[in-house]
Each structure stands twice: as C-alpha cells, then as structure tokens.
C-alpha cells in the first residue's frame, strides 16, 4: 500500500457518519419541515415585551412554589395583624357572629376567603367548605324566622351555600377518580350531612315567602344530587370490596332515603290528598321497586330508582303547596266584608273610653264644710 492509497483511505475514515449519524440530506429536508411547522403554529410578529423577560428572570432564582408560600405567609400576618387593631379576639367573634345584612358581614366572607386561599391541601379545604356550609345554612335558618326585610337577603345566602355544596361535591368526584382508602368514610358523612341540610331547608322553605320558594327548590336539587353522588359512592366501594362500606351500610342508606320520601309523601297528602293523588301512586310505586332492588342487592339499578322518586315526591309537595295556596286565597275571598253597622261598632270599640271629669265643689259649701 502506497502513500497514495494511505491518504485515501484516512479521508474517507475522517469524513464517514459517526455513531450512525443521519445525512445532511435528511436533516436539511427534515429541519426544514419542522421549522415550516413552527413558523404556521407561531405568531412571527409576537415579540417578548419586558415584563416576559422579567418573569423569565424571576423564575430562575425565584420558583413559583417559593412565591405561593410567601404569598400564603404574607397573608396570615396581614390577618394577624388586622385581626389585632381591629379589636382582638372580640373583634374576630364579631366577624364570625356577622348576619347578612349587618356591616361585619363582609369582613366575615373576605376572612373566610383568605381561609381559603391559604388552605395548604385539599383535606383542608374540603373542612373549610363543611364548615361554610353549616354557617350559611345557619344565617339561612335565622333569616327565614326574622321579618320580610331580613327573608329578602335569604336567596343571596343560598346562592353562597350552593357555592360550598358544589365544591363539596367537586371534591368527592375528585377523591373518586383518585380511588384512596378513605373514600367511603368521607361519602358516609357527606350523605349524613347532606340529610341535615335538606331537613334544615324544609323547615326554613315552610316560613319563607313565594318569591324565595324558587331558590329554595333549587339549593333543594343540589343537596340531592350531592346526596346521591355520596350513595354512588358508598356503593361503589361496597361492590368493590371496601370493608368501610358493608352492604349494612348501604342498606341503611336506602332505606333512609325510602323513608324520607314517604314522610314527605304523607305530608304532601295530608294537605290535599286528592290533587296530589295521581303522581303519590308512581311515588309510590317508584318506592316499592326501589325497595325491591335493594333487597336483591341491585344497587345501582336501586340509585336510579331512587332519583326518580326524589323527582316525583318534589313535584307531588309543588302540587300539594299549589292547591293548599289556592284553597288560602278562596278562603280569603269567601269572607264576606264587614257591613257598615260592625264597621261602626268597631270604631266604637277601638275608641279611646273617655275619662269623666269631676266638677270641683262649689267654694261656699267647701267654706261651710270646713267651719263644721
């Protein structure tokens, strides 16, 4: 082998594709595509303005989760702090006492907010949700016992429980698809709080006027679908295994809702048994195959059953509460209008009675009386 050849051969060594590199054909041809690809899904007008590149900065020595936590820590003594002059613990007493309508009460709701912003994990702020819950269907039940005035304010603060019922329900779903232990546990004491919202709503809906009966039906819907997405789970754990959800359990839990819709049912019936007559049957009749399915252990046929009663017993307490107010305003145009003698009675009746004056004695026998 000559030099010649040598030389050859050492160039076509250097200039071979090393590690099975690709040819400059390829990548020119594929680099091309890509960047055509990028310049149609970009906008080559866009420039970075300052404040992107003073993020960009920030990011670098300060991460996000750095920020939240000094958000968070800013927030909690600027709490303190207003906490402190703005009278102490009393002051905080009179924030969490606030009634809709009163000054307080909306530094109560931007203290419960900041709650909320600072909460560190969702556990957390599942308990902070209960607990506003309970405080606005609480300042539900006072609003409703005071006058009109105060029962206006009423749909306002069910607005805001809604609020806190579907975040409740929001994070049952999400403890769903996360499928953690503690599944059934949390469902059972949604169900069990959701049956002591709906007992607190039917009492104050019956001393409210017509024109919150509206909202009140519809906090109504949401405490049931939030009633039966917490069964749908219990059922769902029961069926796979979960020793936190025996068919015990789930039985009870059933018949609960069984038993509330008949009371319902009874009660509706009993205002005007005649109206109502027609759809208490499919109630009814919707109640037994319920009952039924339960006791074949067909859960989930039993849910949907279930729904349709709920649907039912609204409708036939809608109609039961539309005749019963149709019977008041009959009633109130049956009486027959004072005449004008009992008018006249009346007035003699509620007039003042007059005092009767005493004359004073005659000055000569007061005289007279006294010599004797």
Known sequence: ???????????????????GAPHEAWVKQNRDILMMQVRNTTDLNARPVLGDYMRHFFSIFVPAESLAMCGRAIGIFALVIGTVFGGGLLSAQ??????PGD?????K?????????????DDYRTRLHTEFADRRLDEVAKLAEGPAERQKLVPGVLAAFDQEVAALQIGLDKLRADDPQDVAE??????????????????AGAALP???????????????????????AIVEKHLAGDLNAPRSVVDNKFEDRIQQAEDKLDTAAAKDGQSVAPKTSQAKAAIAE?????????????????????????EVEADAAASDAASDAKTDAAQPAPSAENRTEDL??????????????PADDAAGSGSR
Do not use: C, H, W
């Open 210 to 232: 017509a024109a919150s009966q509206l909202a009140v039906a519809r906090t109504r819907d949401l405490v049931d679908n939030a009633t039966v997405a917490a069964m749908t």
């Open 290 to 314: 319920a009952k039924e399915l339960v006791k074949e252990q067909q859960y989930q046929a039993a849910l949907s059953k279930i729904v349709e009663v709920a649907k039912l017993t609204k």
């Open 348 to 361: 003699n009746i509620n007039a003042p009675t007059p005092v009767p004056t005493i004359s004073p004695a």
């Open 1 to 19: 082998m000559n030099n010649s050849e040598l030389r050859k051969i050492l160039s076509a060594v250097k200039n071979e594709r090393r590690g």
């Open 94 to 99: 009179a924030y969490r006492d606030a009634a």
């Open 103 to 107: 000054m307080m009460y909306k530094m």
């Open 109 to 121: 709701l931007a203290v419960e907010s900041t709650q909320m912003f600072l909460a560190p994990n």
């Open 186 to 203: 949390t469902a059972k004491l949604m169900e069990r709080k959701m049956a002591v919202y709906e007992g607190i709503l039917d009492k």
